[in-house]
């Protein structure tokens, strides 16, 4: 396969653009941490973007004086938060604020610069006011709430308003009026494949505060481990857990922790199916047959919709389910308990001449109603423990009580049927973060469109939603990298109007946000060079292969499964370059939308004129010069550093056996970049491709498609487009 490659370099006689300096390197290098200073709305750096902003001409000067008053009917919670936010902001700036550490009632000062007041604490719960009013002044700021919950997301957007010029720190002066479009923003975190410590929950909390998400979903149950200690059966979590369990102290110490930040945390016993972990300890509850009901059961360490399933039709088992959950009912404050309910494959029900017998006897005639049935005896029992049931689409059938809140993962148009029926939704089809798609898929994900025929009552009972993080390809190294910062444009779908849209300007924020989740601890950028460092070598120059993943992304949706060649499982090391990788290059992302200016650039002067070639009408157009010629210095400022990376990175590649299965994905970089400078080349100096030249772009691009190592090379189409514009340029002037 190399042998293609070899014949087809052999094709290219000589680099056709030569590289640029290193002043101009320096000039297009970008900050980690960017802090430019806000002089109007379409540079404010905050996520989500508030509902209203008005913004003046002044600014409020950070000093390390500034004190924060605590007024009204305040909770500890706003305490805790302001204590953090002065905290966060002296890490950020490097301003000592507070020689103690903390805000207590005891030093709040009525003439504080900084100003919060709320009425009232708030209550963890659907619906509760989030709303606030942020009044900066070159004198003052005051935070005004009606809860304590809505003065936690008023503190979020102000720690985000943080910003630099010449003369210190500082935040703009503005009046911002917010409230949350959704009451429901939350993210699913499954714990059940991959097991994640409460270090790694808390830290996630914090991020997610900062964004002003408000729930935390745990998935803690599934065919591959029972994770939340149970002290009426405790056979649950010894035996289906492989000792890897929260005990129910550190349950509770993260629900504290998360109700700091105003986060509710909704646990996930997914059932009937999805339940091997269960039967580790009780086979006696599953549908399988025979002497041991089916056992010895074990932990399955693959994934699928696997066929153990809960016994619907025993006594014991609802009497066993009334004890478990009138536990987890005491244990989980939060007035929501998800049941699952999703991919019951049926088989053990199929199998089962008892439960085959029930069926007929109750009039039950397909496993979707002997579902139900289960469902509706389980929905009872959470009821008489005050507590609300939700579950995925599947739970959505005939006869479900209005009570109920269905999840939907696998379409719109459940939601939509589920609103129009009278049950609570919320929308996660299309929020599936594991899945490796770009930020701006699911930032154009609206769960309410204008086009869809709901009426105001029906419109009411689509609640938000909820990103998912399942865990099947992901742990605690690369899990903040499969989070965030994507989830942050996630949840400005969820707080900001329906109108904010605009994808580049999202794009634009997110890398300020990133900056602040990095600051509190996620580690979406800073562990790539980790994991790069593993796979190398301690020794090795990692810059060529970070060059190299940049560019590249984990295949998308459920490919990457369908590629490997061998039976995966939860003890796979997921230290591989599909590891590595973001889901999002920012790097390709911002060459693709390089390449598509320069092109329409290069059409608008080539139409201006008369068809003469792009250098001939340049001379006659000196106005736009400058931009397709700083266009084209960064295309091929970056095309000529990917042409002679491969070289570069030949050496480490080859003393490393792991990199191996990345060395034709590096070739084809080199070749695509050279095709795409042959194609600036010819677009430029108005010559016309020749049917070899575009036969072997074709192979080059062709063999790129093919991913290696379950990765893509994401500036492929931008190479496409300038392949098809030389070929197109050169048509147009045969025909002329």
């Known amino acids: 396969m190399l042998r293609f490659y070899t014949l087809l370099f052999s094709y290219f006689a000589l680099a056709v653009v030569g590289s640029i300096s290193i002043a101009f390197a320096q000039k297009t290098a970008q900050s980690n941490i960017p802090t430019p200073p806000i002089q109007n709305l379409s540079t404010l750096n905050v996520m989500p973007l508030p509902q209203e902003v008005k913004l003046t001409a002044g600014k409020f000067r950070l000093a390390s004086t500034a004190t924060v008053y605590v007024g009204g009917g305040g909770h500890s919670r706003v305490y805790g938060a302001a204590s953090r936010f002065l905290r966060q902001v002296s890490d950020r700036t490097g301003l000592n604020f507070m020689t103690e550490g903390y805000v207590t ?62 003369d210190g720190y500082y935040v703009p002066t503005l009046v911002i009026t917010d409230k949350p479009r959704f009451p429901w923003r939350g993210i699913l975190l499954d714990v059940s494949r991959h097991f994640f410590s409460v270090d790694i929950i808390k830290k996630q909390l914090d991020l997610l505060a900062l964004v002003k998400m408000n729930v935390l979903h745990l998935h803690l149950t599934d065919d591959q481990g ?19 369990f929260y005990t129910q102290a550190d349950m509770r110490d993260i629900i ?7 986060i509710r945390i909704v646990p996930e016993f997914d059932l009937p199916g999805h339940s091997t972990s269960w039967y ?86 397909t ?26 689409d599947e739970i959505f059938v005939e006869g479900v009580p209005k009570t109920i809140m269905i999840q939907s993962w696998q379409g719109k148009e459940a939601l939509y049927k589920a609103a129009r029926q009278g049950y609570s939704t919320i929308l996660s089809h299309g929020y599936y973060i594991d899945l490796n798609q770009s930020t701006d898929f699911h930032y154009l994900n609206e769960p309410l469109p204008d086009s869809i025929k709901l009426n ?139 390449t598509t200016r320069y092109l329409v650039s290069l059409k608008e002067i080539a139409d201006g004129g008369g068809g003469r070639s792009a250098s001939g009408a340049i001379a006659q157009d000196s106005g736009k010069t400058e931009i397709l010629t700083a266009q084209r210095e960064a295309m091929t400022y970056w095309l000529n550093v990917w042409k002679s990376n491969h070289e570069r990175l030949l050496p480490t590649m080859q003393r490393n056996p792991r990199l191996k299965e990345i060395e034709e994905h590096s070739l084809s970089l080199s070749l695509l970049a050279q095709t795409g400078l042959e194609a600036i080349d010819r677009l430029e100096r108005g ?6 030249w575009r036969h072997v772009a074709g192979l080059i691009i062709e063999r790129a498609k093919q991913p290696k190592a379950q990765t893509d090379i994401m500036i492929l189409p931008a190479i496409e487009q300038l392949v098809k514009a030389a070929g197109s340029s050169a048509e147009g002037k045969r025909q002329k």
Not at 256 to 262: F, I, Q, V
Not at 552 to 580: C, H, M, N
Not at 687 to 692: G, H, I, L, S
């Open 105 to 166: 009632p005891q030093d709040t000062v009525k003439s504080s610069p900084i100003q919060i007041s709320c009425r009232r604490a708030g209550k963890l719960v659907l619906g509760e006011d989030e709303s606030y009013t942020l009044t900066v002044t070159p004198q003052t700021i005051t935070l005004v709430a009606e809860t304590d919950l809505g003065a936690l997301r008023g503190l979020a957007t102000l720690q985000q308003l943080v910003a630099a010029d010449d």
């Open 226 to 244: 029972f994770r939340i200690e149970s002290k009426t059966h405790p056979k649950l979590h010894e035996m289906g857990s492989d000792g890897q």
């Open 256 to 262: 504290k922790y998360a109700d700091e930040r105003g």
């Open 280 to 365: 580790i300890g009780h086979p006696e509850f599953s549908s399988g047959t025979g002497a041991t009901f089916g056992a010895p059961y074990q932990i399955d360490r693959k994934w699928g919709r696997n066929s153990p399933v809960m016994n619907p039709v025993k006594e014991e088992v609802y009497q066993f389910l009334d004890v478990f959950f009138k536990e987890m009912s005491e244990l989980f404050p939060d007035e929501y308990m998800h049941i699952g309910g999703d991919e019951n494959n049926g088989v053990q029900w199929t199998t089962n001449p008892d439960i085959q017998a029930f069926m007929k006897a109750n009039n039950l005639p």
């Open 367 to 392: 496993k979707e109603a002997l579902q139900n049935h289960f469902s509706k005896r389980l929905q009872a029992i959470l009821s008489k423990h005050g507590k609300r049931t939700m579950g995925w």
């Open 456 to 594: 105001a009552d029906e419109r009411k009972l689509i609640y938000g939603g909820e990103a998912c993080m399942w865990s099947e390809w992901v742990n605690s190294g690369n899990l903040d990298s499969r989070i965030w910062p994507r989830t942050a444009a996630i949840a400005e779908r969820f707080w900001s109007a329906a109108s904010v849209r605009d994808v580049e300007d999202m794009y634009r924020r997110l890398d300020y946000i990133g900056a602040w989740l990095e600051q509190l601890g996620s580690q979406h950028e800073s562990n790539v060079p980790v994991m790069l460092r593993r796979l190398a070598g301690v020794n090795e120059d990692i810059q060529p292969l970070k060059t190299f993943v940049d560019v590249l992304e984990t295949v998308k949706e459920y490919r990457r499964g369908q590629l490997i060649r061998f039976a995966y499982s939860t003890f796979y090391p997921l230290t591989g370059i599909a590891d590595v990788v973001r889901p999002d290059s920012r790097t390709a992302r911002q060459f693709r939308n390089l």
């Open 687 to 692: 010559v016309a491709v020749t049917a070899q």
